[in-house]
């Protein structure tokens, strides 16, 4: 059975912190792994990762994905209140898991003023 | 607004009711999932369709949990003889798969969800 964990499952900063979310899985046939995030309703898509060590940007969020450790980390620098959300680690893998994410259960994130 | 919708966005039923969703994808893409979300946890997938065939089905939740989506654009979930446990947030999502049906994979853009309550 494919798995996600996340930790830490939740966490809470001041405004201006960076902050690191980390993504284990452990999957058949990994194709590729996305970042979400999630305040009070849909998931929002924040990056796709199929390739080792090649860092995803935007703005002030980075990931980078980590094949033979399997995993990944998100980063947000200069947290502001806005970046509190629920952020969600999900996998692609292939064989009788074809086509659908695997979710991990999410780090909450609050940001304080 | 042309993400994906679903309606209602909110349900509450007795216990023993049938209940309906329907999600309606971005409207060039041939994919659609459907995921249950409970309090706390990510979102579970349910199953998936590429156009108007439903290629994974074995997870849906139980024989009361049914999925369509009839001439490959939108889709409807339907719970028959709810029970409490049947509570949670429905998502919708879809995406746009080009070339074969293996291998790469394709972003799945969400919608707002139906939060079901059973009473």
């Known amino acids: 059975e494919d798995k996600v964990v996340q930790s830490p499952l939740s966490l809470v900063v001041h405004e201006g912190d960076t902050v690191t979310l980390n993504c284990s899985y452990e999957v058949t046939n990994f194709r590729s792994l996305l970042w979400y995030k999630q305040e009070k309703k849909a998931p929002t898509f924040l990056f796709m990762l199929t390739s080792s060590g090649i860092e995803k940007k935007s703005g002030r969020l980075s990931s980078i994905l980590d094949k033979k450790e399997l995993s990944s980390i998100l980063n947000i620098t200069a947290t502001q209140t806005g970046d509190s959300a629920i952020y969600l680690c999900a996998v692609y893998a292939g064989g009788t898991s074809y086509g659908k994410l695997t979710f991990g259960q999410g780090t909450i994130l609050t940001v304080h003023p | 607004d042309t993400g994906v919708s679903q309606d209602p966005r909110h349900k509450i039923t007795k216990r023993g009711q049938n209940v309906t969703f329907r999600c309606d994808p971005i409207s060039e893409h041939n994919r659609l999932y459907w995921y249950r979300q409970t309090l706390g946890q990510g979102p579970e997938f349910l199953t998936y369709?590429?156009?108007?065939?439903?290629?994974?089905k074995s997870r849906l939740l139980s024989d009361r949990f049914s999925a369509e989506r009839p001439k490959g654009s939108f889709s409807t979930l339907e719970i028959q003889r709810t029970e409490q446990g049947d509570s949670a947030m429905y998502l919708c999502?879809?995406?746009?798969?080009?070339?074969?049906?293996?291998?790469?994979?394709?972003?799945?853009?969400f919608g707002p969800g139906t939060r079901l309550t059973v009473l």
């Open positions: 369709f590429q156009n108007e065939a439903q290629l994974e």
């Open positions: 999502a879809s995406s746009l798969r080009r070339g074969g049906p293996t291998g790469g994979t394709d972003t799945q853009y």
